[in-house]
């Protein structure tokens, strides 16, 4: 079992992540305010099926997480570059298709969290009161779900910080729940 977690992580950081670490649901922190942040703050908020108020709250996720004992916190350092958003959408397609791997494995529990706004399609679908057409690959985003990232990955000894400058590097998390 061991060495198929670490398997996982390999596979992470061959997907394009700077880091991951295996780490316990309960580390995870969720919070009320984070949803509002996405609400009051985010230009995409309601424009996704990935985004509030379509996604679970921060009790629901809480709840789910609870029902884990292992996650992998995918880590990835992003320097502003041209190009950046069609390198996330590699990136993010691949940690879907590790998640199915991760399934197929025999965790049939796997579930995973990206960041950020979904990067499927140029507009959803919901803008048209139509269903999702990447439903399989669509995932919602940490935040969106209630999941503090900052604490998070604090508790877990990873580096984030809020960005002063336009050209900082953003510090990326996304969260693969195994079991």
């Not at 670490?6 to 670490?21: F, H």
């Not at 009320?32 to 921060?58: E, L, M, N």
């Not at 604090?154 to 729940?177: E, F």
Request: aromatic share 10%; hydrophobic share 30%; net charge positive.
């Amino acid at each position: 079992m061991k060495d198929l977690i670490e398997k996982y992580i390999r596979l992470v950081i061959k997907s394009g992540a700077t880091d991951a670490k295996l780490i316990h649901p309960s580390s995870v922190v969720t919070a009320p305010w984070v949803r509002i942040k996405c609400q009051f703050g985010c230009p995409a908020y309601g424009q996704s099926y990935c985004c509030p108020p379509d996604t679970p709250d921060h009790h629901q996720t809480r709840e789910m997480l609870d029902s884990y004992q292992r996650a992998i916190l995918c880590h990835v350092e992003a320097p502003k570059i041209q190009g950046k958003k069609r390198q996330f959408k590699k990136y993010y397609t691949k940690l879907v298709d590790l998640e199915g791997l991760v399934f197929k494995d025999g965790y049939y529990k796997a579930f995973l969290f990206l960041s950020g706004p979904c990067r499927l399609c140029g507009e959803c679908e919901k803008m048209n009161e139509k269903p999702c057409q990447h439903g399989y690959k669509a995932r919602p985003s940490m935040e969106s779900c209630g999941i503090d990232v900052f604490q998070t990955a604090r508790n877990n000894g990873l580096s984030i910080d809020t960005l002063s400058k336009p050209d900082d590097t953003q510090n990326v998390y996304c969260l693969l729940m195994v079991d």
